[in-house]
Nanobody
């Protein structure tokens, strides 16, 4: 399975971006998917995840109320809508497919990873 992430870019603080991640085949439709991020000099951290039906989601506290994860199983695609971006949101964002159908914030529960897309937030 290959994951292709896109949508990163440069945005001013307070702005919005929408990240997309498409799986190369249908695997993703029965699996939870998630977004993680890694800033320079920091460890990769959980951002958001969504169950395979799309009805259950999890978010790290710092993005609650600003980010929304959703998916389109017909397109094998998961999205991350990011609003009210802050400089501390700047990072490389990675999408991932979980081993199971339930959303998870644990990176080891995810076995397929995209290449990452860079988000830069200017203050």
């Amino acid at each position: 399975v290959q994951l292709q992430a896109s949508g990163g870019g440069v945005v001013q603080a307070g702005g919005s971006l929408r990240l997309s991640c498409t799986a190369s085949r249908r695997t993703g439709s029965n699996n939870a998917m998630g977004w993680f991020r890694q800033a320079p000099g920091k460890e990769r951290e959980f951002v958001a995840s969504i169950g395979w039906r799309g009805s259950t989601t999890q978010y790290t506290d710092s993005v609650k109320g600003r980010f929304t994860i959703f998916r389109d199983n017909a397109r094998n695609t998961v999205y991350l809508q990011m609003n009210s971006l802050k400089p501390e949101d700047a990072a490389v964002y990675y999408c991932a497919v979980a081993r199971g159908s339930s959303s998870s914030s644990y990176y080891k529960d995810h076995n397929y990873w995209g290449q990452g897309t860079l988000v830069t937030v200017s203050s």
